[in-house]
Structure formats: structure tokens, C-alpha cells
């Protein structure tokens, strides 16, 4: 029986797949399988996958034209045979003995187990991310915050989903978006199943890799303020089919962070015309002014309010010399 299966997109992950893999199948249970779902790759990773596959009976390799990641992760979710089903990146890794406690806590039979990470960075430091609150954490009230007002769920990797949950229900990732598509996954997740039955754990199971490189680490105005009012609208139309309420300071306090962080990213695109360009632009958004609408200063800490009151008030030159000078700051 098929316990666990991990799905791995490839592409182009020649450099990492390795330790990735080696990571993945140290663990000596027989009820795992390991889909690699090698999305086109130009490198040698499609035969790396295939070596692995003829060294270890549990991999299993699927070769595709380049279609993106949600696509690899669609293809391996059709595929996928496991009572729980958990996405890993091919750029990452498991903690030593990580089968330990993901194990057990399949056995709680619980619809949805998140697990906590390190962060991995380039100088090779690395932090643990917990979840705030206890090592385990069951309240829905308390899943729903963190899920809706906070970053730490927004990733699909190091979390257990049931995977009849999902090809019953038919949830997949957007093919159609490039940023925040892991958000909208597990949004649609959580919809699919009760919060009740649900379960956040503080153990930490992989690493993820810092990489400045990868997909976030360039500016993308167009995409990334379109991504900032899809997110918006699902958080919004979850908590309506839900009927959650009380969150919606919360809510609104991280859109306005998100915003904030938006606009610092921006700063390091250009010199001070482009930067003065790219606020006078983003000033204009809609979803912009409804995220300063919607948050109430009194909410945000001391330095957020005057930010708030610096994004109403200041002419764009202003916001681009200040946030080019916090940008700078935190480089430091």
C-alpha cells in the first residue's frame, strides 16, 4: 500500500536535484513513492531522474513538454497513488530522518497537516520558520489566521493533502499564473475540506533554498500586482464561503505589509526616474487604493502608519527616495 507519494517538479534543476533525491529516498519505508514530473528540462535533469528511477523501485519519472510548474504538479497529482500526497521543489531538501515525524502524524488521519521549515540561505546560515503559537496546533480560529494573515501557508511544499481530497474535488494549481499559484492551490484546498480537520505542526521537515535567483528574486511589476489582487479576492471569497469573521483587520494589515514590501522590491528596479515611474503607475492601481482603504492605520505598528501616511500624502519622488533608502538599509 502506497502511503505518501512526493511529487518533485523538474526543470533545469541539474545543480540540486541530487541532494534533493537523496534526501527524499534515505527514508526506508516502502510505502513511499516519488514522482518526478520533469517539466522539459534542457539539462541533464531528465537523466538524472532516470538513473535514480533504475536505482530505486519507489521513483517513478514522467517526461513533458515544458508547460510550468503548476502543469508538472497537475500531472503528478493524476498520477500520484498515496493516501497523502506532499509537493516537494526539486531546489530543496528533507531533514535528516524527516520520514519520522510525517509519519506519524499521518497516522492522525487529519484532512490537512502543515509542517513548518528552515530557511536556507546562500551564505549557508539557516532559520527555522515555526508557526506561531504551540507545537501543535489544531484551533481552527487560530489555522484561519494564520492562513489568511500570514505567509506560512502560502507554500504548497512540507504539507500532507489528502489525495482523494484532491482528484475527488478536482484541485489544481492555476497553469494560468506564476505568482502566488501555491497560495491558490491550498486556498481551494481549505475550502474542499473542514478547518476542524486540520493540523499545524511545529517540526520543522525541509530546507528551503533562499534563491535570489529563482522566480521572485526579479521585480515583475505587471505580474506581481495582478498576483497582489488575485490573492486579495480568494482570501475574500474563502472567508465569505466560510463565514469567517473578526479577520478582517488582520487581512488587511498583511495585504497593506505585502504592498509595503511591493514598493521596496521596486525601489532596487531601476534608478530614481524609473522608481518615481513605477510609483506614480502603481498610485494608480485599483487595488492599491483598496488596500489603503481597507486597512485602518490605527492597526499598524508605529513605522507602518507612517509609511501609510507617507503612500496617501507623499509625491512619488518622495516615496522613491524613502523606500530606495529603506531598500539600502536592509541590505546592511
Known amino acids: 500500500m502506497t502511503e505518501l507519494s512526493i511529487i518533485i517538479p523538474v526543470y533545469n534543476a541539474e545543480k540540486y536535484l541530487e541532494s534533493c533525491l537523496r534526501s527524499v529516498l534515505a527514508c526506508p519505508r516502502d510505502g513511499l513513492e516519488v514522482i518526478l514530473s520533469d517539466d522539459g528540462s534542457t539539462d541533464g535533469s531528465g537523466a538524472l531522474c532516470d538513473d535514480w528511477a533504475g536505482r530505486d523501485p519507489r521513483v517513478r519519472v514522467f517526461h513533458r513538454k515544458n508547460e510550468g510548474v503548476s502543469a508538472a504538479r497537475n500531472y503528478g497529482i493524476g498520477d500520484a497513488q498515496g493516501t497523502y500526497t506532499m509537493f516537494l521543489d526539486a531546489d530543496d531538501f528533507l531533514i535528516e530522518r524527516w520520514w519520522e515525524p510525517v509519519w506519524d502524524q499521518m497516522d492522525s488521519g487529519s484532512a490537512f497537516i502543515g509542517f513548518s521549515y528552515y530557511s536556507l540561505y546562500q551564505d549557508g546560515s539557516s532559520r527555522e520558520e515555526p508557526f506561531p503559537g504551540e507545537a501543535k496546533i489544531r484551533d481552527p480560529g487560530e489555522i484561519s489566521r494564520i492562513l489568511l494573515a500570514t505567509p506560512l501557508l502560502h507554500p504548497c511544499w512540507g504539507k500532507l493533502f489528502v489525495t482523494e481530497v484532491l482528484k475527488t474535488k478536482k484541485v489544481e494549481f492555476p497553469v494560468d499564473r506564476k505568482i502566488g499559484e501555491d497560495y491558490l492551490f491550498v486556498l481551494w484546498y481549505f475550502s474542499c475540506i473542514s478547518l476542524s480537520d486540520s493540523c499545524l505542526v511545529n517540526t520543522p521537515v525541509l530546507y528551503y533554498r533562499q534563491n535570489q535567483e529563482g522566480a521572485m528574486g526579479n521585480f515583475r511589476y505587471g505580474e506581481r500586482v495582478k498576483s497582489m489582487e488575485v490573492l486579495r479576492n480568494a482570501c475574500r471569497a474563502y472567508m465569505e464561503e466560510k463565514g469567517i469573521h473578526g479577520l478582517e483587520d488582520a487581512v488587511a494589515v498583511y495585504y497593506f505589509r505585502g ?74
Open 259 to 332: 504592498l509595503t514590501k511591493l514598493m521596496r522590491d521596486a525601489s532596487g528596479a531601476g534608478n530614481f526616474g524609473i522608481c518615481k515611474e513605477i510609483f506614480r503607475n502603481l498610485k494608480r492601481e485599483p487595488v492599491v487604493e483598496e488596500i489603503l482603504r481597507s486597512v485602518s492605520p490605527d492597526a499598524l505598528p508605529l513605522y507602518k502608519r507612517a509609511e501609510y501616511r507617507l503612500i496617501r500624502r507623499a509625491p512619488v519622488g518622495i516615496l522613491a527616495v524613502y523606500f530606495m533608502w529603506k531598500k539600502n538599509m536592509k541590505k546592511r
